[in-house]
Each structure stands twice: as C-alpha cells, then as structure tokens.
C-alpha cells in the first residue's frame, strides 16, 4: 500500500480523511503499508517556508491522530526520501508530452491559477507521483475518485518501463471505496470538497471547533424537497449527507433511509452534526498530544524515512541499473 496527502492547509478536510485516510487506518495493519505527507507536490503551487514546515508536521501529526501507527505502517515525509525526485525524473522521460496533457487535475488547476502563476511542477506532479507509487512496488493505492487518472497513468509507464527494459515494477491498483470516494461541498454539492475550490462554509475542517463545523452540516445546502431519500442526481446535498452519516455511524444508507422517514432534513443535519462531534473530538485530542511533542513527533518521522528509504533506494539501484547508469 502506497498513498500521500498534501501538507497544503494544516488542517484536513472531511473529504481527505473519508476518502483517503480512513481506508489507510484500516489496512495498515494487514499490508505493509507506507503514507507519507507529499510536501514535493505542495509547492506546485506557492508556499510561505514557515508556514510549510509547521503544516507539514501538522499533517503527520493529524494521521497520527486518525489512527496511524508507526508500529503498523511506515509513516515518512516525501523531501526526507531523495529518491522521489531521483526517480521523478526517469518517469518525467518515460511519459509522452501529450499524455501527462490529458490529466484533468492539471486543467482544472490551472484554469483556476491562470497560465501566468502555473508552474512546470504543476503540470508534471503527475509524473512525481508515478514515482511515489513505483519506489515502493506498491499493489495498491488507496486515494479518493479524483486520483483514479494519476493510479492509471502510473500503471501506462510501469507496464512501458517493463516492456522497454525488463519486468521491475508491480503494476499498482486504485483502492477506492465507492460510497466515500467523493465527498461532496456542503454548499455546493456539485463540486467536491476541496481545499483549494470550497468555500469556508462548504468545507468541513478537521482541526475546527467542533461548533463551527456541527453549524456548517445544520447549513448545508439540500433541496426543496423534504422526504429523506437517496438520489445522487435530483438530490446531492441530501445523498451526500446521508453518506457521510453512514460512514460515520456504519449504518447503511438504506437503513438511515427508513430510519429518517417522516422527519425532515433538519433532522438528519442534526444528527450528523452529533455524529461528527464525537468523532472528531477525541481525533482532536489524539492529533494535539502529538503535536504537544515535539521530539516525539521528529522520531516516529525520522524512523519513517529511514524505512522508506531502505525500500526507495533498493528499486532506484535497479531502476538505474537497468537504464544504464
Ligand atoms: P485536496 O484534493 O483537498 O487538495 P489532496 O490532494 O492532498 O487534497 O488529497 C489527499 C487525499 O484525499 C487523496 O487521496 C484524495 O483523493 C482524497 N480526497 C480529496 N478530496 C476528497 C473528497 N472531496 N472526497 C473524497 N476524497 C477526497
Ligand atoms: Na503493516
């Protein structure tokens, strides 16, 4: 198992943490897994050094706050493993122009950064998680819906490399649980929650009082209806919060369905905002003791990278061997 997730805003979002962090939990114990907090791919875009530095040890604190443990799984920061960008590079040569130009992600990002503040990294960030994946051999990715384009990609170039030289890579799979693969804005639920294009009140932040995120669930934006149903297309608002509740309270969507017949929507939101308060309470607690600890923190980091590395470095010798280096 391989994943990351970008130190961009200190806090995590409802969206990262059911979308992506949840499904690590609960496979690092089965899996030799390795997370990592991807701060190569946070200055795609500007970043203030301070406020980077503090973000990503944020970060690493809020995953072990969710759950992660160091005894379980490898838990590093990218910039600590050199070689990410080592093997960056090869993949960089190994993808044609106009196939790192289809990724979506890059459009999306750029239109909204304008063509002037759009960087190189921006476009070939793809390219720099093909070798995230690779270093590891990993067999799977578990990541949100909005990653499955960057999973394939990587599988293209690890089948190219393959053919061109000789069998290295294991061709990796996106691991994404269908129900909680996209979170949706809880203003907006036809975009979906995002750090960089949600509004303040769409996007449910992990390190918020609790009050302030139990009033953006009781605001959140549905329909005119009012029966309690699930229906993605007529009713987003009301689908994506029932399936928010379901991944936190484990009942399943049919069950909430009959569960709320004949109450209103107000009903659900209150529930929900219950249901997230308790859980994120003690996620809260568990993220500052860590962050409380400073020298505890740069130990379990530093341990993480002396794993990965000893894994990196063993497929960038047999990368490099095979090239002709
Ligand atoms: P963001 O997309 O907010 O910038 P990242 O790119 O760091 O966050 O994503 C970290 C993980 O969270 C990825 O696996 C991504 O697919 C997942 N993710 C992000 N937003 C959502 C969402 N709204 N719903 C489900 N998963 C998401
Ligand atoms: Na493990």
């Known amino acids: 198992?391989?994943?990351?997730?970008?130190?961009?805003?200190?806090?995590?979002?409802?969206?990262?943490?059911?979308?992506?962090?949840?499904?690590?939990?609960?496979?690092?114990?089965?899996?030799?897994?390795?997370?990592?907090?991807?701060?190569?791919?946070a200055i795609t875009v500007p970043q203030d050094p301070v406020t980077l530095r503090q973000n990503t040890r944020i970060s690493a604190a809020q995953l072990l706050g969710a759950g992660l443990d160091p005894e379980h799984?490898?838990?590093?920061?990218?910039?600590?493993?050199?070689?990410?960008a080592q093997l960056a590079w090869v993949m960089n040569c190994l993808t044609g122009f106009g196939e790192a130009s289809r990724?979506?992600?890059?459009?999306?990002?750029s239109s909204r950064y304008g063509a002037e503040s759009t960087t190189v990294g921006l476009f070939t960030y793809p390219i720099l998680q093909i070798a995230d994946i690779l270093l590891y051999q990993a067999d799977a990715v578990p990541v949100g819906?909005?990653?499955?384009?960057?999973?394939?990609?990587?599988?293209?170039?690890?089948e190219r490399f393959n053919s061109r030289y000789t069998p290295t890579?294991?061709?990796?799979?996106?691991?994404?649980?269908?129900?909680?693969?996209?979170?949706m804005d809880l203003q907006d639920p036809g975009i979906k929650m995002?750090?960089?294009?949600?509004?303040?009140?769409?996007?449910?932040?992990?390190?918020?009082?609790?009050?302030?995120?139990?009033?953006?669930?009781?605001?959140?934006?549905?329909?005119?209806?009012?029966?309690?149903?699930?229906?993605?297309e007529r009713?987003?608002?009301?689908?994506?919060?029932?399936?928010?509740?379901?991944?936190?309270?484990?009942?399943?969507?049919?069950?909430l369905v009959a569960h709320f017949e004949g109450k209103m929507y107000g009903a659900l939101k209150t529930e929900l905002a219950e249901l997230f308060t308790e859980w994120v309470a003690p996620f809260q607690e568990r993220t500052s003791t860590f962050l409380d600890d400073p020298a505890e923190l740069d130990r379990v980091l530093a341990i993480g990278a002396e794993k990965a590395r000893a894994v990196a470095s063993e497929t960038l010798a047999t990368v490099y061997d095979r090239i002709g280096f």
């Not at 990724?103 to 990002?109: A, G, I, V």
């Open 1 to 41: 198992m391989l994943s990351g997730i970008q130190p961009t805003s200190g806090s995590f979002h409802l969206g990262n943490y059911l979308g992506a962090v949840r499904q690590w939990v609960d496979l690092q114990t089965a899996n030799d897994a390795f997370y990592m907090v991807v701060d190569l791919h």
């Open 73 to 84: 799984c490898t838990l590093f920061v990218q910039s600590h493993v050199p070689e990410h």
């Open 103 to 109: 990724m979506t992600q890059f459009k999306d990002k």
């Open 145 to 158: 819906e909005d990653q499955r384009q960057h999973v394939e990609i990587t599988r293209d170039i690890a």
């Open 169 to 183: 890579f294991t061709i990796p799979k996106p691991y994404i649980l269908k129900e909680t693969a996209k979170i």
């Open 194 to 232: 995002s750090k960089s294009a949600s509004s303040p009140k769409g996007l449910v932040s992990l390190l918020d009082e609790p009050k302030v995120s139990a009033k953006k669930f009781k605001s959140a934006v549905t329909d005119t209806d009012t029966v309690v149903s699930y229906d993605e």
């Open 235 to 255: 009713k987003p608002g009301v689908s994506n919060l029932l399936r928010i509740h379901s991944a936190l309270s484990g009942q399943s969507v049919e069950q």
